[in-house]
């Protein structure tokens, strides 16, 4: 595990109810990876949060945090957060495709790090979204689509070459993709209070037995996953 301190260099308002603070880091994390943040002083060892960047760069990447967090009480320009990681295990794109799908239902931070590396490449990005965003703040080369999953889903998934989701889909959507689901990465914890294997807190029901999304994860193959336990 890598523990390091990342600093606020930045403060930037998207929207009315949130903000992406830069943190300046030694470590930087890939897409698909996260880190585990700190924002207070305290000795107890699993108050962490953790984090996805939205955006970054050789030194430094960003959060999207809401006003309402506790955490936003904690930072300010020149604070200094307590990190952890990177943890988890990277997802590369596809070298070969020519788009990028991205499915999101509660916010699409989460995803934005593989677009951002998707247009570097010249691949054609297109968004999913089910929830209210500050759509303005996002990458006008994407192409945005908003209302419900399902029917966006059936419209759009047929042509995506690879696609990652932060939603979890339940059985009538897992059906509808399943010929494409190797091809299609999901999100699948967001509590991973140790990020290093140590607490079983993230575990993941998969064809292959249990896994822990912050070491084998967290974003995992949907043709991996087994709905039901058996
Ligand atoms: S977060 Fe503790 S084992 Fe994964």
Not at 20 to 47: C, E, N
Request: proline share 7%; with cysteine.
């Amino acid at each position: 595990m890598r523990f390091s301190t990342g600093r606020c260099t930045d403060l930037i308002t998207i929207g009315n109810d949130r903000f992406q603070a830069k943190l300046h880091s030694d470590h930087i994390p890939l897409p698909g990876q996260f880190m585990l943040a700190r924002f207070w002083a305290t000795i107890y060892p699993y108050v962490n949060t953790v984090v996805f960047p939205t955006t970054t760069e050789s030194n430094s990447f960003t959060i999207e945090i809401k006003n309402e967090d506790q955490q936003s009480q904690n930072l300010s320009l020149g604070s200094k957060v307590e990190l952890i990681g990177p943890c988890g295990q990277p997802v590369s794109l596809n070298k070969t495709a020519r788009n990028l799908l991205l499915v999101a239902n509660t916010s699409p931070h989460k995803l934005l790090p593989f677009a951002q590396l998707a247009l570097t490449c010249g691949m054609d990005v297109t968004f999913l979204i089910s929830c209210k965003y500050p759509l303005e703040s996002l990458d006008p080369r994407i192409e945005v689509h908003t209302g419900e999953l399902k029917p966006l889903l059936e419209n759009h998934f047929e042509w995506a070459e690879q696609t990652l989701m932060d939603f979890k889909p339940g059985t009538i959507i897992h059906k509808l993709l399943d010929p494409i689901s190797s091809n299609i990465h999901v999100l699948c914890h967001l509590m991973m209070p140790c990020g290093a294997g140590a607490c079983h807190g993230c575990t993941v029901y998969t064809k292959s037995g249990w896994k822990l999304a912050c070491k084998q994860g967290p974003f995992f193959k949907l043709s991996e996953l087994k709905l039901e336990i058996e």
